[in-house]
């Protein structure tokens, strides 16, 4: 056990004797030892503790790094996946430092770390709490078996722009929906106890209003009315925030003119004062040194000295805390105080970590170190195939043409169908594409000898050598994007020999998973030209067409939608992906997935979301008028809404009622609805409740979800689904940004969509 640690719970028991027995002590026990262990620190030590340095960077070799830990120089690393990797940087913190003051180390862990589960927008598109929760739990404890103590996640910005390539990263466009996976993910990273050696530190990014910026470009300013921000996309971080998350990241957007890494309202009045934030805030990776870019500081000096102002306790991949509060500390332009205050909020994240007491807590010893690192026994493939089906949505299904049945021929064709790189998704971590099961394989071992498959890959990702050069740059892998050198002619020569051969075809298309990601916004949410030309070409043989789809982001997909027989989204699905798509097209599993984002029939329509404000002339389709809110080149609204998802079963909603036409405040009103299962096979749907506010003292949206189930009925069964509603539900923040219910009339909908609804109206009181 740490002697500091020892000093610390010495002078606590001291200081504090008469209250042993009281659930104060141990927060006491970590003021003190803090303020025991700060009293110690030079300025160089403690500045150093606010360094946030990337593993294997070039701009600190690890060799330098050594030196730099050894002597007091770095507070935490980022970037590690194993305890070989991690272990002798804490050795040269605790061993050679000279207060002993260990490391903590973090990776972005958004939707798993070695078995890699489908991305973070498929999660949200299970709407299935307890599956999004294991999968946070088991993330947990391989990346924390690995030695890593923080994850950079969940990701909770809202998107409605899905041009963003962080689409893919997020959890869709709906606060509360999004909101409820945020407290559930934090709660699931972080476990029982942030001690436990189980548990990963949750950082919530990207504080604030990432997922807003202009135009769907990554990096990009946000300008946005404070009622917006209160009402549609803060309440996600403030969920997290709620849930115990004991970090934050901080966002590279600049919101209504200043940046948020030197944003005093954000992080200090907004976060600390408001929410009541007490942990550690880190800058984005290099953003502090971009407010000289933003325009807001000159030079260094001032960059330095508007982040650590503003609150900004730690500087991911930094430079510029260290070369320059010093200078600011000796001429008082930074105070000691603001320092000491971040300083005490890392120190404090580490004591709450249980590092102190145990630097190795999640290292482990190295005689405890597995002997593959990447063995396949350190997965959960079970888990990951059970959330990826989860998170398949059925969008189109006509004629039944799924599930399939497993004998005749199959042709799987498409750039995507052998794909192990690409359906791992984003930010996969420590997942290995070997280790991946593409869709060849998933049906290959699904089908075994029951059936004959034939593949070809009918045309590459795309043609544009200049996008493909991009996406290789960006590239985690190199190069990500392996272009088949033979002409596109041929390629889809060879798809329509092996698809007149076929009794049914399946294409698997979209986007590659570099093509949804951190700095790849798009102008277009087209399938790419060249995949397009292949489904025109195996559309004119005459055979049924499935889409298989593999993409980040909504996509524009009329013409995919008039020339398939059925179409699956599968975005990002994982390791076990392959399985699980295999598993939903043969009818092995009922999707049961809805849309946790609108999909726009094109990019002209964004933003398409469900929740808009209610307009003085609004479009209404069934009576069409020139003068109102309309695009006039093709329909309006969006071509799949807002938790709109297909089952191989049917489903009907009837007898909406409410438990009494008024709500008196504080008291509850109860929304029932009879759910029926009248197809033929068992399944799982999702049935949303959304409320509109009918008349308030500002312009409301014309609806907002406000609660849902997921719920199981077998064949032919039954069930009356029941739903409460209180005065919280039907609180707004005014003009004055105070959340408010005001009296009037709401109107309760009821669907399995948030287009198709039935409707019932009670007043407030």
Do not use: C
Not at 148 to 174: C, K, N
Not at 254 to 259: A, D, K, L, R
């Amino acid at each position: 056990m740490n002697k500091l640690y020892l000093l610390g719970l010495l002078a606590s028991l001291l200081y504090l004797p008469a209250l042993a027995d009281s659930p104060r002590v141990a927060l006491q026990d970590k003021q003190i030892f803090i303020a025991n262990l700060m009293q110690q620190m030079t300025l160089e030590e403690k500045i150093g503790q606010l360094r946030l340095i990337s593993i294997g960077g070039e701009e600190m070799p690890k060799e330098r790094l050594i030196e730099e830990i050894a002597a007091g120089h770095v507070g935490g690393t980022f970037n590690s996946v194993t305890r070989t990797e991690n272990r002798p940087l804490q050795d040269a913190a605790v061993n050679s430092s000279r207060l002993k003051i260990p490391l903590f180390f973090a990776y972005d862990i958004v939707h798993g770390h070695r078995t890699i589960f489908p991305i973070s927008l498929a999660q949200a598109s299970s709407w299935d709490m307890q599956a999004i929760a294991k999968s946070a739990r088991i993330s947990a404890i391989e990346a924390s078996a690995d030695g890593i103590d923080m994850t950079f996640a969940p990701m909770v910005d809202i998107s409605r722009d899905p041009r963003w390539g962080r689409t893919s990263e997020g959890l869709g466009e709906d606060p509360y929906l999004v909101s409820r996976i945020a407290k559930v993910m934090v709660k699931a990273y972080q476990g029982d106890s942030l001690q436990a050696p189980d548990s990963l530190m949750a950082s919530v990014k990207h504080f604030a209003l990432y997922g807003a910026v202009e135009g769907g470009r990554d990096y990009n300013i946000v300008d946005m009315s404070p009622v917006r921000m209160y009402q549609a996309y803060l309440p996600p971080y403030r969920a997290a925030i709620d849930a115990g998350a004991g970090g934050v990241m901080i966002a590279l957007n600049s919101i209504n003119g200043t940046p948020a890494t030197a944003n005093t309202w954000l992080l200090q009045d907004l976060l600390r004062k408001d929410w009541g934030f007490k942990g550690i805030t880190i800058s984005d990776h290099g953003a502090i040194g971009e407010l000289l870019k933003h325009g807001v500081a000159r030079n260094g000096r001032e960059a330095a000295k508007l982040a650590i102002k503003a609150g900004v306790d730690m500087s991911m991949h930094d430079e510029l805390y260290r070369q320059e509060l010093p200078k600011l500390i000796a001429s008082g332009e930074v105070k000691q105080q603001e320092i000491d205050n971040a300083v005490r909020d890392v120190l404090g994240a580490k004591y709450d970590m249980g590092l102190f007491e145990d630097p190795y807590r999640r290292i482990g010893s190295a005689a405890d170190d597995p002997a593959d690192t990447n063995a396949e026994s350190r997965l959960h493939r079970a888990e990951a195939r059970d959330m990826a089906r989860r998170s398949l949505v059925l969008l189109k299904n006509e004629n039944q043409t799924l599930p399939l049945k497993k004998h005749g021929t199959i042709a799987l064709i498409g750039p995507l169908a052998d794909a192990p790189i690409d359906i791992l998704g984003s930010w996969a971590a420590a997942g290995l594409p070997r280790q991946s099961v593409s869709l060849l394989k998933g049906l290959r071992e699904a089908l075994g000898d029951q059936a004959q498959l034939i593949h070809a890959r009918g045309a590459n990702i795309t043609n544009d050598q200049r996008i493909v050069d991009y996406l290789n740059v960006i590239s985690f892998w190199e190069p990500e994007v392996v272009q088949d050198k033979r002409s596109p002619a041929a390629m889809i020569a060879e798809a329509v020999e092996a698809a007149e051969q076929a009794d049914v075809i399946v294409a698997a298309v979209g986007e590659s998973r570099s093509m949804s990601h951190e700095a790849v916004s798009r102008t277009s949410l087209d399938i790419p030209a060249s995949q397009r030309a292949l489904l025109a070409a195996l559309k004119a043989t005459g055979k049924p067409l499935v889409l298989v789809l593999m993409n980040g982001r909504p996509l524009a997909l009329q013409g995919e939608q008039e020339q398939a027989d059925a179409i699956l989204e599968t975005w990002f699905s994982g390791t076990e992906g392959g399985h699980a798509i295999a598993d939903v097209l043969f009818g092995d599993y009922n999707p049961s997935g809805k849309l946790p984002i609108s999909f726009p029939r094109s990019p002209g329509q964004i933003p398409t979301y469900y929740n808009h404000p209610r307009i003085g002339r609004p479009f209404n389709p069934e009576k069409p008028d020139h003068y109102t809110s309309q695009y006039f080149e093709e329909p309006n609204g969006p071509l799949y809404p807002f938790g709109y998802g297909l089952s191989y079963t049917e489903f009907s909603l009837s007898g909406l009622t409410l438990s009494s036409r008024t709500l008196q405040r504080n008291a509850t009103l109860d929304a029932s609805v009879t759910l029926k299962n009248t197809g033929q096979r068992d399944g799982e749907t999702v049935v949303q409740l959304y409320i509109q506010d009918i008349t308030a003292s500002l312009i409301r949206p014309v609806k907002e979800l406000k609660n849902f189930q997921k719920v199981m009925l077998k064949a032919g069964e039954e069930k009356i689904i029941h739903f409460t509603i209180t005065e919280d539900d039907l609180k707004f923040y005014n003009i004055h940004l105070e959340q408010v219910a005001e009296p009037g009339e709401f109107n309760v909908q009821i669907g399995l969509d948030s287009e198709t609804v039935q409707e019932q109206r009670f007043e407030l009181l």
